[in-house]
T-cell receptor
Framework: GNSVTQMEGPVTLSEEAFLTINCTYT??????LFWYVQYPGEGLQLLLK?????DKGSNKGFEATYRKETTSFHLEKGSVQVSDSAVYFC??????????FGTGTSLTVIP | GAVVSQHPSWVICKSGTSVKIECRSL??????MFWYRQFPKQSLMLMAT?????????EQGVEKDKFLINHASLTLSTLTVTSAHPEDSSFYIC?????????????FGPGTRLTVT
């Protein structure tokens, strides 16, 4: 079946620190992979995506590479800001319609 | 970007009563809307998919008579939790998609926290 395992939080970092949030997946077929972000009081927003192996998704300084050999899609950012404080969700879709989400990782960045 | 709203943002109801949650696409027409629920420290689980003007498709294990979904217009879908019980307490999230868009082009509402006492 399809599932996503995401590192548990909460994660607290100082401003300008390096961020990694781990995500691994199990899927049938060849899924597309996503990272969503949820800021306080708002809905989930697509942060980045990758649709095939070795693709790198990037947006707002965040990056994630689709690694088929390790079934991973880890989220990274070289220098986090206070405004990056949010909950991050890893997700996959292999059928083109349904998402499978991870449990979410809360990130707090302190000045 | 596209905006999806939910109302109410939180609700408390007594066991045995029904509660309705609205999901609206504010600046686009959504032929497909999705309803998810999320328990604390767990992932979002898809409950049902609704297409405008037709019956919702429920995921396995979701009671369609308990979670009534109506998608009567291109901008509004409602989820009614009937005869609510404490175990129905959860965070309910909707998302909406315009026709012809890919799976990642779902726009999510901010969620509704339901507490059943």
């Amino acid at each position: 079946g399809n599932s996503v395992t995401q590192m548990e939080g909460p994660v607290t970092l100082s401003e300008e620190a390096f961020l990694t949030i781990n995500c691994t997946y199990t899927a049938t077929g060849y899924p597309s992979l996503f990272w969503y972000v949820q800021y306080p009081g708002e809905g989930l927003q697509l942060l980045l995506k990758a649709t095939k192996a070795d693709d790198k998704g990037s947006n707002k300084g965040f990056e994630a590479t689709y690694r088929k050999e390790t079934t991973s899609f880890h989220l990274e950012k070289g220098s986090v800001q206070v405004s990056d404080s949010a909950v991050y969700f890893c997700a996959l879709s292999s059928t083109g319609n349904q998402f499978y989400f991870g449990t979410g990782t809360s990130l707090t960045v302190i000045p | 970007g596209a905006v999806v709203s939910q109302h109410p943002s939180w609700v408390i109801c007594k066991s045995g009563t029904s509660v309705k949650i609205e999901c609206r696409s504010l600046d686009f027409q959504a032929t497909t809307m999705f309803w998810y629920r999320q328990f604390p420290k767990q992932s979002l689980m898809l409950m049902a998919t609704s297409n405008e003007g037709s019956k919702a498709t429920y995921e396995q294990g979701v009671e369609k008579d308990k979670f009534l979904i109506n998608h009567a217009s291109l901008t509004l879908s409602t989820l009614t939790v009937t005869s609510a019980h404490p175990e129905d307490s959860s965070f309910y999230i909707c998302s909406a998609r315009a026709p012809g868009q890919g799976v990642w082009e779902q726009y999510f509402g901010p969620g509704t926290r339901l507490t059943v006492t």
